[in-house]
């Protein structure tokens, strides 16, 4: 039985010997032929032929080093390393030269040859796959997320910007003002929800790299949830992806719970609440079910990974906010652990996630661990050489908040409830501190002015019990005890209200 057309180029991979003759003769012919051969390959393996590939690499050094590309000065450049003969002597050349009597149409020859190594990327791509396919000392989900990676460097290999007119970018621009103006929108990023903080920085934009480091018990991850929560809940919402690597996706949601609620952590873990509570929190349920978030709490989670699953959503539902905890957690692909490796891979993953939030266009928060050096000076205040392992976070991040409680450090503080956020660095605006209102009870961030009280919660009776449904088609369904309390707000310390009557009913919360 014949091999088809399609099994005949499996066997000989994709490539048009004319094509490489005719751009590699055309270059030799003509100095400009090289600056338009240049724009469209992206380099020497471009070429099917090893002794082309040779050839365009001494023309890409001479472009780069001389200026000077003809017949003599690459003959010169393979003599002196020693590939002239590899590649043919100067007869090849010659007859490079040969093949191709003009180089008018020389961007349509680099073409041709810019499409066959695509399709060779392209199926090389598919070999990968094919060997990752049968390959079982991976994880299946990891063999996905490598396949993901795959293909997206075949089509990312042809991504190259162009130089454009200026006038295209200054109509977008102007465009837009005009729209938030008309809108009457003040904030052109992705609104926080803390008042101030938007407008110093006039919100999270896309495509920024937003650091938010702090030391332990500063409220790190809280800040994060309180702007995940502003975001998903506000008049429209914002999809918000969290990638915590810290804690566990019910931890995060009972924090969102609570600062919702307003009710006392510690009194929800220990059961210790009252009726008035119980409806709150399932008032905040409520809220956050059809709240846009969606949580990854994979302890072990790389910079591969992270970037699967991002694609996948923004395909499938898109993403207007990333939120990472924390930086320093994200594993790297280095197995020697030594503290100059860990720093080049600090180094690395911050790259690379300034590049995720550009290719995604979303602004990308990354919470940060800061160095010990904060606790040996007299202000404990963070500053910018404080970011823990590697500089690199401090020049690939856009903007840089640190938090600061002077009532952690100093016990006769007047700062009570309150947090400092020092802006340290903005590359597209002012820097500056900011205070918000911090209550450790419930988790959450507030703006300094806002009244920050839960109202009396009220609902039908039945049976001495109040009833809640709420959720999608109410599928759930909250019973808690109606007894009486000399309390009608939070009662967090209430030693006798220990039985919480809890009846969940099918249904999940989707963040």
């Not at 063999?143 to 795959?150: G, L, P, T």
């Not at 280095?334 to 300034?354: A, D, P, W, Y």
Request: glycine content about 8%; aromatic content about 6%.
């Amino acid at each position: 039985m014949g091999l088809t057309s399609v099994e005949d180029r499996l066997l000989l991979p994709p490539h048009n010997e004319e094509a490489e003759q005719a751009c590699l003769g055309s270059c030799l012919i003509d100095p400009e032929a090289f600056d338009k051969v240049s724009e469209i390959l992206t380099g020497p393996e471009d070429f099917y032929q090893k002794a082309y590939q040779e050839i365009y690499a001494a023309m890409v050094y001479l472009a780069e080093n001389t200026g000077v590309i003809d017949l003599l000065t690459v003959c010169n450049y393979l003599r002196e390393h020693g590939k002239l003969e590899h590649c043919g002597g100067v007869a090849r050349l010659n007859d490079i030269i040969d093949a191709v009597r003009s180089s008018a149409h020389v961007s349509a020859y680099a073409k041709i040859v810019a499409d066959n190594a695509l399709s060779r990327r392209l199926l090389r791509a598919g070999e990968a796959i094919s060997r990752l396919a049968v390959d079982q000392e991976i994880e299946l989900p990891q063999r996905v997320d490598q396949a993901e990676e795959v293909i997206f460097g075949v089509g990312n290999s042809r991504s190259r910007g162009e130089l454009e007119p200026i006038a295209d970018a200054l109509k977008n621009t102007f465009d837009e003002a005009y729209r938030r103006f008309e809108e009457g929108k003040t904030v052109s990023g992705v609104a926080t929800g803390f008042t101030e903080f938007d407008e110093l920085t006039n919100g999270l934009h896309p495509a920024n790299l937003i650091v938010v480091g702090a030391r332990p018990s500063m409220g790190k991850t809280a800040f994060a949830l309180s702007i995940a929560v502003n975001v998903a809940l506000a008049e429209k919402p914002g999809k918000v992806a969290i990638f915590s690597l810290e804690m566990p996706r019910e931890d995060l949601c009972q924090r969102m719970m609570c600062s919702v609620a307003k009710v006392n952590a510690q009194s929800l873990r220990s059961g210790k609440l009252n009726s008035n509570d119980w409806g709150a929190l399932a008032q905040a349920v409520d809220q956050l079910n059809k709240a846009p978030i969606f949580i990854d709490d994979s302890g072990s989670v790389t910079i591969l990974d992270m970037k699967a699953k991002l694609r996948r959503m923004k395909k499938r539902s898109g993403v207007d906010l990333v939120i990472i905890d924390y930086l320093q957690l994200i594993k790297g692909s280095s197995t020697n652990r030594g503290s100059s490796e860990r720093i080049f891979e600090i180094s690395e993953i911050s790259r690379q996630l300034k590049g995720l939030s550009k290719e995604l266009n979303v602004p990308i928060v990354a919470l940060s661990q800061l160095s010990r050096n904060v606790e040996s000076r007299q202000d404990k205040r963070p500053l910018l050489s404080d970011l823990r392992e590697s500089g690199a976070i401090e020049q690939d991040a856009d903007l840089v908040a640190f938090l600061y409680r002077d009532e952690y450090y100093n016990k006769q503080s007047t700062e009570l409830n309150i947090a400092e956020i020092i802006i340290a660095k903005h590359r597209n605006g002012p820097i500056g501190n900011l205070k918000l209102k911090f209550l450790k009870q419930y988790g959450g961030f507030y703006n300094k002015d806002e009244n920050v009280s839960s109202e009396t919660y009220t609902s039908s009776n039945s049976g001495g019990k109040q009833t809640v449904s709420f959720g999608p088609n109410n599928g759930f369904t909250i019973s808690v005890p109606n007894r009486a309390s000399s309390n009608q707000g939070h009662n967090n310390n209430s030693q006798n209200e220990t039985d919480s009557g809890l009846d969940l009913y099918p249904g999940d919360v989707p963040i």
